[in-house]
């Protein structure tokens, strides 16, 4: 009894420490549809060709791991900016439907464009860390410093957004796009601006991914729709929200899968989704119409 | 002597419809002049082409002898052009400070943010009670300050205010209007739009009759509010 209770807390740390990097997964789609009203379907595979670089850099041409880092987060970010002029600015005005279909496209293109690139094997990079051991509970390092980095990274992002001109007419548009040039603001400019973070937050999510996981083509459609559901749940562009609800969502995965399995982890989520869904379509903390 | 703000024969309209014709005005520094009219008479239009959130189809708005054609809307604020929107549109889930910190977004008024605000707090101290409140949640009246508020924050030349009046209770009206005064003896030149043409009388220079689109008639405050016309379509006496 005493040792199973042991088991059952370490599960419930790991889904903490999963939540922590699901959290910020859900951050940088939460912000970029707060801000401009349009969901990134692709955002997973843009975390994966992050990923790619890290893999490439380290493994190929022999970066200093923080190095490769470094330059995931500006290559994503650069990637975002680039979605954002090419595919959604030409679509900004168009039904919702036609958003999803071009970032949904967008979706298939990188996959496609990976797997041609890149190959279908598994790739890691190859980085042992080894286990935090408190008595008979283990936790990995890979994922301790993963969750800390999302913390760290989700409470700059709440300053900058609280603290600065920048981040309080980003918070700002959402509640009157309309008015924005009356204060001097071009919504043209703060759309840009919200894609290079929302690309940086991706690039980030890649480096604390890839210490944990393979990359290989599909690695979006392990993490891509978790995240989506994620900010549904917590309402749609509500970043407090997207918090909560990935905590919720890593937690029931990680006792579903102490308890069952760890894919039976994933149908209790999914279920509980669903659920949720009849119960508060708008999500945990959605209200806003 | 130049006027400040000055519209040459401005068109201007939604896609097909046309809701300005030929209209010419003008708002000379230190003036406070309205243009009153009824409900679609083309007033909140003409705010809107001043402020660049639609253009103009014929005709010309400049500013201190500058057309303001070419002018990105963003850029018009910092020219000295400030409007209070129809409807206050002030940001419901910010505070009321940081709705007063985006009146200062543009680079020039950054600086003199912080003095500003003591300037706004001193004319609304309502306002410095309420700073960490969000404006969504506060009275028409007390959101029409901050609205006024947020537009001081640029340190603007000319003032534009679209209906400051509508929609709030009787009683909030007459306040709304003291402080147009006190904004008037601050030394701001304003240009207001309203449907309350009987106060709005009492509180500026001169005045444009818009109608349909088009200016009927032009004065004095004075002369207008003696005018027959306006005396029985707006006064109702």
């Not at chain 2, 206050?88 to 003199?112: C, D, I, S, W």
């Not at chain 2, 912080?114 to 959101?143: C, D, I, N």
């Amino acid at each position: 009894m005493e040792i199973f209770d042991i088991f059952l807390l370490e599960t419930v740390l790991n889904g903490v420490l999963f939540g922590g990097v699901l959290a910020l997964l859900a951050l940088g789609l939460n912000l970029i549809f707060g801000v401009i009203d349009v969901v990134w379907i692709c955002y997973a595979e843009l975390m994966m060709i992050g990923m790619y670089t890290v893999f490439y850099l380290t493994k190929t041409f022999g970066w200093n791991l923080f190095a490769a880092f470094a330059a995931a987060i500006v290559i994503v970010s650069v990637l975002g900016v680039l979605l954002h002029v090419l595919v959604i600015r030409p679509v900004l005005d168009s039904e919702p439907i036609n958003q999803l279909l071009v970032t949904g496209g967008m979706l298939t293109f990188m996959q496609a464009a990976a797997t041609l690139a890149f190959g279908i094997e598994f790739r890691n990079v190859g980085v042992s860390m080894p286990s935090l051991v408190l008595g008979e509970i283990s936790l990995p390092w890979s994922r301790i410093s993963a969750a800390l980095t999302a913390l760290v990274a989700m409470v700059l992002l709440w300053l900058f957004l609280k603290k600065t001109y920048l981040g309080t007419a980003i918070r700002a548009i959402s509640q009157d796009r309309g008015i924005m040039p009356l204060v001097g603001v071009s919504p043209a400019r703060i759309y840009l601006t919200t894609s290079a973070i929302g690309g940086a937050l991706a690039g980030l999510g890649a480096c604390l991914l890839v210490l944990q996981y393979d990359v290989h083509p599909a690695i979006g459609l392990s993490f891509g729709p978790l995240t989506f559901m994620v900010c549904v749940l917590g309402g749609l562009g509500n970043m407090l929200g997207g918090f909560i609800a990935a905590f919720i969502f890593a937690q029931l995965i990680s006792i579903g899968g102490f308890y069952f399995h760890i894919e039976w982890g994933y149908v209790m989520a999914f279920a509980f989704f669903i659920v949720m869904m009849f119960v508060r379509p708008q999500g945990i903390l959605g209200g806003k119409s | 002597m130049s006027a400040m703000l000055e519209l040459k024969n401005v068109s201007a309209g939604y896609g097909t419809f046309q809701a300005l014709f030929d209209v010419t005005l003008s708002v000379n520094a230190g003036e406070a002049v309205a243009v009153i009219g009824p409900n679609g008479a083309g007033k909140t239009t003409l705010l809107r082409a001043i402020s660049k959130l639609i253009n103009v189809k014929s005709g010309d708005i400049a500013f201190e002898g500058r057309s303001l054609a070419t002018v990105e809307p963003h850029r018009i604020i910092e020219l000295g052009l400030s409007q209070v929107p129809e409807h206050r549109r002030l940001f419901p889930r910010l505070t009321v400070e940081e709705n007063l910190r985006m009146g200062a977004y543009m680079e020039a008024a950054r600086p003199k943010f912080a003095q500003r605000l003591e300037m706004v707090y001193a004319l609304f101290p309502r306002m410095k009670e309420r700073r960490h409140q969000m404006a969504g949640t506060m009275s028409g009246g007390e959101q029409q300050m901050c609205a006024i508020g947020r537009a001081l924050m640029s340190g603007p030349k000319l003032l534009l205010l679209d209906e400051p009046s509508a929609g709030l209770a009787p009683v909030i009206v007459q306040s709304i209007f003291d402080l147009m005064r006190k904004i008037r003896a601050e030394g701001y030149t304003v240009m207001i739009v309203e449907q309350n043409v009987r106060q709005v009388l009492k509180v500026v220079d001169r005045a444009y009759l818009l109608e349909v689109g088009r200016i009927k008639a032009s004065g004095s405050a004075a002369e207008l509010l003696a005018s027959d016309e306006i005396q029985k379509a707006y006064v109702g006496l």
